[in-house]
């Protein structure tokens, strides 16, 4: 097949390369967007839970004799709740149920009885780039007459869980992203780029051969937009084949008849010729005829002229006017050969 001129032919960046990259940066956005939430329910979650040791904890703390305990006991309670201190506020006061020799010196807090969707993601990227080692004061509800617990936890193992979470969740999320974009991929390329690929290279190849029937597209049979656009094409292009060779029969047609009124011409010239000579006889009856006979030479030669400049007989548009019709009659009998002798009056 003929190659389609350069200025036609799709650039690199096609269609398909397009669909690539949008199915690409879509997939990543789709993974920022449920990525970010995930690791902030993951450090609320592991907050939460600390808190729940830490009620826990405060229960077990406000049974004891006098609401003391060893020091044995106490950094026992604080080490099963990942806590180096362990508060309790009630209506009346505020207590401190547990607490390590060393207080260490909190960083930030958090609150989680108001934190919202955005704040809980802020203080997840606050805690992933965090340096190592630094302490956050958490406070949560209480239950019964207290009205919130508060612990200060170190936040190293909060980090070091939340990069082993964030870790396992990319790797399990990109590979669904991966595999779904490239399932709506192939599926997209099947079902539209190819198609259309098909559709835009039958249409290069009639438009370099507009008289090849076998540049003619093949209707896939699909009832959507796609197959309706293959089927009305392709009955354009057939339409527009027949008139083409309808064009290059009449094309044809016009050169044979050309050149027969050429010949015919030539022969229509030399009678005329001998008409003229018939003009210089003394016959009356010969001089009568013979203008007829060069005046209906004339005119043939005159519609073969015709023909002949525009490939095509063409009729001359009638000249309405006023005539005498006794000439005319007059005319008509001597052409059909009628003399006066006949029983006919005119």
């Known amino acids: 097949t ?22 690409i940066l879509f997939g990543l956005l789709a993974e920022v967007l449920v990525y970010l939430p995930v690791v902030a329910n993951y450090r609320r979650n592991w907050l939460s839970n600390r808190i729940a040791s830490a009620i826990t904890a405060a229960l077990v703390l406000e049974a004891a004799p006098d609401g003391m305990v060893s020091d044995d006991l106490a950094r026992q309670i604080l080490a099963s709740v990942g806590a180096k201190m362990v508060a309790l506020k009630t209506d009346d ?63 190293t193992p909060l980090q070091q869980g939340m990069y082993d979470f964030a870790r396992r969740w ?34 290069m190849r009639f438009a370099a051969d507009p008289e090849d029937e076998a540049g003619v597209i093949r209707a896939s049979g699909r009832s959507d937009e796609i197959g309706v656009a293959e089927r009305e094409f392709a009955a354009m292009q057939r339409q527009l084949h027949g008139m083409l060779q309808q064009k290059s029969r009449l094309a044809a047609l016009g050169l044979a008849v050309s050149k027969i009124n ?69 005319e ?7 003399t006066a002798s006949l029983a006919i009056d005119w």
């Open 332 to 338: 008509v009998r001597e052409s059909a050969g009628l």
């Open 93 to 155: 006061s505020k207590r401190l149920l547990a607490s390590s020799d060393m207080p260490p010196t909190v960083a930030i807090a958090t609150d989680l009885r108001s934190l919202t969707a955005m704040e809980a993601i802020g203080d997840a990227l606050d805690t992933l780039l965090a340096p190592r080692g630094r302490f956050i004061r958490v406070v949560g509800d209480a239950p019964m007459h207290g009205q919130y617990v508060e612990i200060v936890v170190d936040e």
């Open 170 to 203: 990319l790797v399990i999320t990109l590979a669904i992203s991966t595999i779904t974009a490239s399932l709506i991929y192939l599926t997209l390329s099947l079902f539209i780029v190819r198609p259309m690929r098909r559709l835009t290279g039958a249409m």
């Open 262 to 330: 050429h010949d015919l011409r030539n022969m229509l010239a030399a009678a005329q010729l001998f008409s003229d000579r018939l003009t210089e006889t003394d016959d009356p009856i010969v001089q009568r005829l013979a203008p007829k006979l060069i005046q209906t030479i004339g005119r043939a030669i005159a519609f073969c002229q015709s023909t002949l400049s525009y490939g095509r007989a063409q009729e001359l548009p009638p000249d309405r006017r006023m005539i005498a019709v006794e000439a005319v009659v007059a």
């Open 2 to 23: 003929t190659s389609p001129p350069p200025g036609n032919r799709p650039g690199r960046f096609g269609l398909s390369a397009r669909l690539l990259v949008l199915t």
